[in-house]
C-alpha cells in the first residue's frame, strides 16, 4: 500500500483558506488519492477524490502535483466548524476496478480554525 | 435521508457477554465494512463485505464475527468480548468499485469491563 505523509496539526484563521499537504511518494498509477475528515469522534466524513487531475466540489479542492507523489486540500474559506482530524489516504484496489476496497487511515492531520 | 445507522451508539458490558452491534444503509451499497478506532492507532478495518453472503477478513479480525444475509444489513458479532476489544466502531458502506467513496456511521462506543 502506498503510504501517506501528513503534518501533525496546523492551525488557521477563520475566514481563510486552510492548505493541507499529503506526501504519497510511492503512490501507483491506478490509485486514488481521497481526503477525509473527523470531527471530534463523529463517523469519518467524505471529502473529495482525485486521480490525476486537480478537483473542487462544494466541500474543498484538490490539488495533486504531476508526478502524483504529493497533493493538497484546500479549504477556501475556513470555518470552526472545519476544526477537526484531516485524513489523506491513498486507496488500495483489492479486486479490480469492479470491487470496493479498503481505507487505511494514518494519524492524519488535526486543523484547528481559530477565531 | 441517505445513511449509515449503527445501534447501538454506547454500551458497557462485561467479559464473556455476547454482543451484536448493528449497521444498517439505505443507499443500496454493495459493499460494507467494519473498522475500529484506537487511539495512536488510526482506523483499522476488521472485517468486510463486497456483496450478500460475500464476507472477509480486514485487518484485525480476531475476536469478531460478521454476516451478510441481506444487502441492507452487516451486523457485527462479538461472541466472548474482551477488555482489549474496547474501543470505537464504525460501520461504512459504498458502491462497488475502487473509487467510490465510503459513508461512515456516527459510531459505537464499546466498554468491556
Not at chain 1, 479549504?75 to 470491487?99: F, K, M, N
Not at chain 2, 475476536?63 to 444489513?73: I, L, Q, T, W
Not at chain 2, 474496547?86 to 459510531?107: I, N, V
Amino acid at each position: 500500500d502506498a503510504k501517506t505523509t501528513q503534518p501533525t496539526s496546523m492551525d488557521c484563521a477563520e475566514g481563510r483558506a486552510a492548505n493541507l499537504p499529503c506526501n504519497h511518494s510511492t503512490i501507483s498509477g491506478n490509485e486514488y488519492v481521497y481526503w477525509y475528515r473527523q470531527i471530534h469522534s463523529q463517523g469519518p466524513q467524505y471529502i473529495i477524490h482525485g486521480l490525476k487531475n486537480n478537483e473542487t466540489n462544494e466541500m474543498a479542492s484538490l490539488i495533486i502535483t504531476e508526478d502524483r507523489k504529493s497533493s493538497t486540500l484546500i479549504l477556501p474559506h475556513a470555518t470552526l466548524r472545519d476544526t477537526a482530524v484531516y485524513y489523506c489516504i491513498v486507496r488500495v484496489a483489492l479486486y479490480g476496478e469492479t470491487s470496493g476496497s479498503r481505507l487505511t487511515f494514518g494519524e492524519g492531520t488535526q486543523l484547528t480554525v481559530n477565531p | 435521508e441517505a445513511q449509515v445507522t449503527q445501534n447501538p451508539r454506547y454500551l458497557i458490558t462485561v467479559t464473556g457477554k455476547k454482543l451484536t452491534v448493528t449497521c444498517s444503509q439505505n443507499m443500496n451499497h454493495e459493499y460494507m465494512s467494519w473498522y475500529r478506532q484506537d487511539p495512536g492507532l488510526g482506523l483499522r478495518q476488521i472485517y468486510y463485505s463486497m456483496n450478500v453472503e460475500v464476507t472477509d477478513k480486514g485487518d484485525v479480525p480476531e475476536g469478531y464475527k460478521v454476516s451478510r444475509k441481506e444487502k441492507r444489513n452487516f451486523p457485527l458479532i462479538l461472541e466472548s468480548p474482551s477488555p482489549n476489544q474496547t474501543s470505537l466502531y464504525f460501520c461504512a458502506s459504498s458502491f462497488g468499485g475502487s473509487e467510490q467513496p465510503q459513508h461512515f456511521g456516527d459510531g459505537t462506543r464499546l466498554s468491556i469491563l
